[in-house]
């Protein structure tokens, strides 16, 4: 079966600071690796994925994912963070055409 | 903006009432999905539906019953629920078939059971 971890529960970075939130991945075959965020009370948005081509994915909200094949990661980056970025982060693999394993999810503070 | 719409935002029943959950999205998707989720957890797959018919239910208790009338329309019936059924109810939509299909997220469903 496909999974991803996120090794850190919380992220915290001070608004205008590079944020990164980590993600791992195990999988047989091709990946297909999605980033997810959740705003207080609200559902979850789609940020990017990757299918394939470029290692470099960029999505929504300045949000951009790097995939590293080597070192099976799919790590989330915003050069310059806002306190609205403050938020929860699900990392996901698409188990087959239907289903998506989550990770625990991270939690984003952005500090002012 | 979430182009999944579900219906009501929030919903408190008492456990021998039967409510509904509703669903509507209209980007043309053909696979709609369920899916229920507890405070700061990721969401947990309940059943999904593909060109209308149930194509996966992940063991749900039979007093949740999902319903899909149209492509548009998916909705999931209430009945004799636990506290425990206290939740984050979200709705969600992609193209059916093909592993990297985007799936799309309503603002979901909060439900008290009391």
């Known amino acids: 079966a496909q999974s991803v971890a996120q090794p850190e529960d919380q992220v915290n970075v001070a608004e205008g600071n590079p944020l990164t939130v980590k993600c791992t991945y195990s999988v047989s075959g091709n990946p297909y690796l999605f980033w997810y965020v959740q705003y207080p009370n609200r559902g979850l948005q789609f940020l990017l994925k990757?299918?394939?081509?470029?290692?470099l994915v960029k999505g929504s909200y300045g949000f951009e994912a790097e995939f590293n094949k080597s070192q099976t990661s799919f790590h989330l980056k915003k050069p310059s963070a806002l306190v609205s970025d403050s938020a929860l982060y699900f990392c996901?693999?698409?188990?087959?055409?239907?289903?998506?394993?989550f990770g625990a999810g991270t939690t984003v503070t952005v500090r002012a | 903006d979430t182009e999944v719409t579900q219906t009501p935002k929030h919903l408190v029943m008492g456990m021998t009432n039967k409510k509904s959950l509703k669903c509507e999205q209209h980007?043309?998707?053909?696979?709609m999905y369920w899916y229920k989720q507890k405070a700061k957890k990721p969401p947990e797959l309940m059943f999904v539906y593909s060109y209308e018919k149930l194509s996966i239910n992940e063991s749900v208790p039979s007093r949740f019953s999902p319903e899909c009338p149209n492509s548009s329309l998916l909705n999931l019936h209430l009945h004799a629920l636990q506290p425990e059924d206290s939740a984050l109810y979200l709705c969600a939509s992609s193209q059916a078939g093909g592993s990297g299909n985007t799936i799309y997220f309503g603002e979901g469903s909060w439900l008290t059971v009391v």
């Open positions: 980007m043309g998707h053909r696979a």
């Open positions: 996901a693999v698409r188990d087959n055409d239907y289903k998506l394993s």
């Open positions: 990757y299918i394939t081509g470029d290692n």
